[in-house]
Nanobody
């Protein structure tokens, strides 16, 4: 079971930027597909962005052009650069890791992002 620790959340004004980090306890290398999800107040958890073990990325339509997911396999860390933040981006952001070939994965504890003036 991989352990995931998110960091980088906080309070930011609309139009601002934040970078989230997710540190994994194992070598994610070319073994794990990684992703960021979020859950806003009163909403279900939704996909934000994913990056496969091979480096391919996918984004929710609501964040395309504003958010960028990346991974540093040498540091076993995944990042989410969030620019042009909007109040509707307010949510708890969760990191997810799924080993290639497996159906289920592991979740981090989440980090709060609040976009407000």
């Amino acid at each position: 079971q991989v352990q995931l620790v998110e960091s980088g959340g906080g309070l930011v004004q609309p139009g601002g930027s934040l970078r989230l980090s997710c540190a994994a306890s194992v070598n994610i290398g070319r073994v794990y597909n990684m992703g960021w999800y979020r859950q806003g107040p009163g909403k279900q958890r939704e996909l934000v962005a994913t990056v496969t073990s091979g480096g391919s990325t996918n984004y929710a339509d609501s964040v395309k052009g504003r958010f960028t997911i990346s991974r540093d396999n040498a540091k076993n860390t995944v990042y989410l650069q969030m620019n042009s933040l909007k109040p509707e981006d307010t949510a708890v952001y969760y990191c997810h890791a799924r080993r290639v070939g497996y159906v289920s994965g592991s979740w981090g504890q989440g980090t709060q992002v609040t976009v407000s003036s």
